[in-house]
């Protein structure tokens, strides 16, 4: 079982900086991948970053050099600095894990990108 929890999200002004976290319940060391997705309103879910089970990363077309997915395996964390924020970043940002063919879900933090 994988519980995950986010944190980090808030109001910022556009070019500004966050920092979100996706605490997972046990050791991320083990999972196939992490990734970071969002929603805006209106909008479906997209990927934005992924972490892979060796490191490897990817990113959305729209966040690559802004954003920066890494972990620390020993706090059992994953992170998305987000910089250089775009009135389009706005939504909720979710984590999910993919371990042992299963997939797992975090319930969401908001990040609003505003003037």
């Known amino acids: 079982q994988v519980q995950l929890v986010e944190s980090g999200g808030g109001l910022v002004q556009p070019g500004g900086s966050l920092r979100l976290s996706c605490v997972a319940s046990n050791n991320i060391g083990t999972y196939d991948d992490v990734a970071w997705y969002r929603q805006a309103p209106g909008k479906e879910r997209e990927s934005v970053a992924m972490?892979?089970?060796?490191?490897?990363?990817n990113y959305a077309d729209s966040v690559k050099g802004r954003f920066t997915i890494s972990r620390d395996v020993a706090k059992n964390t994953v992170y998305l600095q987000m910089n250089s924020l775009k009135l389009e970043d706005t939504a909720v940002y979710s984590c999910?894990?993919?371990?042992?063919?299963?997939?797992?879900w975090g319930k969401g933090t908001l990040v609003t990108v505003s003037l």
């Open positions: 972490i892979g089970l060796r490191g490897t990363t």
């Open positions: 999910g894990a993919r371990r042992g063919g299963a997939n797992y």
